[in-house]
């Protein structure tokens, strides 16, 4: 059984149609990459796999582990194992990095039975995550992406991701405005969660990332469907020729 | 004045003691002549146009003699800060039983209001200086009714290790209970000093009214952190006038918080009465079933170089109401002056409601002056990436507002207040949890 199986999915946001009917398979242990031009429904369909409110599923279905994920609040969608890294990281003012992360970890632990950890713990555990993909535990200290560049944003999206280790990732243009040493980070951080059991999704407009995260399958969207599949030549191939031969076969 | 509030006036003042005699008498007469003259804010009274003091009115209001018995635990428990001096007024008068004053430094002059204004003429001479009976009618009818009060004086150069704790409690027994707290407080010129104040309700449901009148002088270079806290049941109104005066080079540094379920009004007066004079007046307030709570704010800048910042956030649910009006005035002299003022406030229900009215007047050039003011809902990209990271709408509702409340309180410049106080308001919070985990965000 696949990790992620998405039918014929289509949803309207305020009454416009964005997903025109998706279908994208995704098992366990295997990584996929979502390539397309702006504004093609990438995000969109990120978000309508995580919850959010104002996404309106008109069609199709979301297997995730065999069950119906649409038919789950997005904190249990979270719990059950799906991550994503935001595109555009929220900021929360007055919440400190810590105060967040220990609030989302506890909830998933709580989901699945296991203690809480109390603030030690946590702290501990957090630093032995950030520690390991070289990434510093101090912008926890601060309000929730208060004042973070871009990049501190993104490389704080890979420490939840690092420290939440879901089943399904799905990583919404997380290499985008990253210096060179950051996007080590960031695939490192996937790179460390790769595992048989697990999944992940990446969105991105650049082949760079996927040198470092190397893909098995690469997806191109146009106009809110998948236009094109293929492994990571196609990325490749994108690299040099662009979208345009591909949208106007398309069309 | 309607028929209904000459009554209620007539009843306040026949709980009260009466003309009488004594070193106060003067004051009270005089509280007297400015009621007969403007009688209780009304309709009319434009600074009282969005808080109504109807509740006052068809309740057989006693003074301040019938009182349940009150044990110091309790006030160990309800008021916090145990390592203070403990000043305790029960309806309005000072107990030395309940207090704790042992081993306060002769620097600090803690005495009753009639004694020290008796012994002392310039506790006389300062009282009902800068609160004034003719402008303020609640003013007038805490001096109409006045019969006790604590005068607070801290000498000059004076460093007080501890702050100094007001703990004012309205207790009414069987009877409705018409208290009327007054505070004189003095802070000598480069003295240090630290001034909470815990308003306290005792009682098995019998309505209380609190009017309490405060007024405060900050000496030149003077260094004063004044913190208030307000809690009580719904049949609680609680109005504070308080005055103050800021010398040159002094610093003020004030919070009002209020997680009240009944009526409150915080009426504040802040003169900048010297150069280069500092104050922070901040707050929060926390307004739940039919709670009002009302803040007003006028801030005076009457010298050059001074600055003030004020920043005010209020949480409001189910159908709570919240008043915050905000005056600054620039007066022609105060050239080179800094004001700042904020108020936010967030709304958890489409019952809830806020009035919210700031004002500049300035009358000189040189001035950086602005003030803002937001009023909206929950965040909903906010708690979204909460619940995309597990965390249940409830205890992603609750996070939020506790994140925007505490904003405020993170001003408060004394490290132990400011966590007390966070701490007494995350308290209110998860114990409300679930009533507002209700509502729509934006
Ligand atoms: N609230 C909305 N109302 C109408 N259209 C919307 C709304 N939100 C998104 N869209 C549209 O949906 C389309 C898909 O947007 P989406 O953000 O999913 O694109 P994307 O592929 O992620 O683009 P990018 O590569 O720029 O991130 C866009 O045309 C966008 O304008
Ligand atoms: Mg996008």
């Known amino acids: 059984m696949a990790l992620l199986e998405i039918r014929d999915l289509q949803a309207e946001v305020d009454g416009k149609e964005i997903l025109k009917g998706i279908n994208l398979t995704v098992e366990a242990g295997e990584v996929h990459a979502v390539m397309g031009p702006n504004g093609s429904g990438k995000s969109t369909l990120s978000y309508v796999l995580a919850g959010r409110e104002g996404y309106e599923v008109t069609g199709g279905e979301v297997l995730y582990d065999g069950e119906n994920l649409l038919d789950l609040e997005p904190e249990e969608r979270a719990c059950e194992g799906l991550f994503l890294a935001f595109q555009y990281p929220v900021e929360i003012p007055g919440v400190a990095g810590t105060t967040f992360l220990r609030h989302a970890l506890n909830a998933k632990r709580k989901y699945h039975g296991e203690d809480e950890y109390d603030a030690m713990e946590f702290v501990k555990f957090v630093r032995a995550k950030a520690k390991s993909l070289n990434l510093s535990d101090d912008m926890l200290k601060r309000p929730v992406n208060v004042g973070f560049s871009g990049g501190e944003k993104k490389r704080n999206e890979t420490l939840q991701m690092a420290v939440l280790e879901p089943r399904l990732a799905v990583l919404d243009e997380t290499d985008s405005g990253l210096d060179i040493d950051a996007l080590k980070v960031v695939a490192d951080g996937v790179n460390a969660l790769r595992a048989p059991d697990r999944a992940m999704v990446v969105i991105t407009h650049y082949q760079r990332l996927l040198d470092y995260v190397v893909p098995d399958k690469v997806h191109v969207m146009a106009n809110g469907r998948i236009v094109k599949s293929g492994d990571k030549s196609l990325a490749l191939e994108l690299e040099e020729r662009g979208y345009a031969h591909l949208l106007d076969a398309a069309a | ?442």
């Not at chain 2, 800068?130 to 460093?159: H, K, Q, Y």
């Not at chain 2, 308080?242 to 007066?269: C, K, P």
Request: proline share 4%.
């Open chain 2, 1 to 442: 004045m309607s028929a209904a509030t000459t009554d209620t006036l007539q009843i306040l003042l026949a709980a009260g003691p009466g003309p009488g005699v004594g070193p106060l008498h003067d004051l009270r007469d005089a509280g007297r002549a400015a009621l007969a003259k403007t009688g209780l804010p009304g309709r009319k009274t434009e600074i009282w146009k969005y808080t109504r003091l109807k509740a006052l009115d068809g309740v057989a209001w006693t003074g301040p003699d019938a009182r349940p018995e009150i044990d110091g635990d309790w006030i160990d428990a309800q008021a916090g800060f145990r390592d203070a001096w403990r000043i305790v007024l029960v309806n309005g008068r000072f107990d030395a039983g309940l207090s704790r004053l042992t081993d306060l430094p002769s620097a600090a002059r803690i005495a009753p209001l009639p004694e020290a204004a008796g012994a002392h003429g310039a506790v006389a001479a300062a009282l009902g200086q800068l609160a004034n009976a003719e402008r303020f009618p609640m003013v007038a009818l805490n001096a109409a009714c006045l019969e006790d009060g604590v005068a607070i004086g801290v000498e000059e150069r004076a460093l007080l290790e501890k702050p100094i704790h007001v703990v004012s409690i309205t207790a009414p027994g069987a009877q409705p209970v018409a208290a009327h707290p007054r505070l004189l407080i003095r802070i000598g010129a480069g003295a240090q000093a630290t001034l909470l104040e815990s308003h306290l309700h005792l009682g098995d449901g019998a309505p209380a009214f609190t009017n309490a009148v405060l007024e405060i002088i900050v000496g030149e270079g003077a260094r004063l952190g004044h913190y208030r806290i307000h809690d009580g049941p719904e049949n609680a109104l609680f109005v504070a006038t308080t005055a103050v005066s800021v010398a040159g080079g002094a610093q003020y540094d004030a919070f009002a918080l209020n997680i009240g379920a009944g009526l409150a009004r915080n009426e504040s007066m802040y003169k900048l009465d010297g150069e280069r004079a500092e104050i922070a007046v901040n707050g929060a307030y926390l307004g739940v079933g039919g709670a009002h709570i009302d803040n007003t704010t006028f801030i005076d800048h009457a010298r050059p170089n001074c600055q003030s910042q004020e920043t005010f956030n209020g949480v409001l649910s189910d159908h709570a109401r919240g008043v915050f009006q905000g005056k600054i005035l620039v007066r022609p002299d105060a050239q080179n002056t800094d004001g700042h003022q904020m108020h936010k406030a967030l709304l958890l229900s489409g019952k809830a409601e806020v009035d919210a009215k700031p004002e500049l007047e300035i009358y000189a050039d040189d001035v950086r002056c602005g003030h803002g003011a937001t009023i909206g809902a929950l965040d909903a990209d906010q708690l979204f990436y909460l619940r995309a990271r597990g965390v249940d709408e409830q205890a992603a509702r609750a996070l939020l507002i506790e994140a925007f409340l505490l904003d405020t309180v993170e001003r408060i410049q004394d490290l132990a207040v400011r966590e007390a106080f966070a701490e007494a308001l995350t308290g209110r919070l998860r114990a409300l949890q679930s009533s507002l985990a209700h509502g729509e965000a934006a």
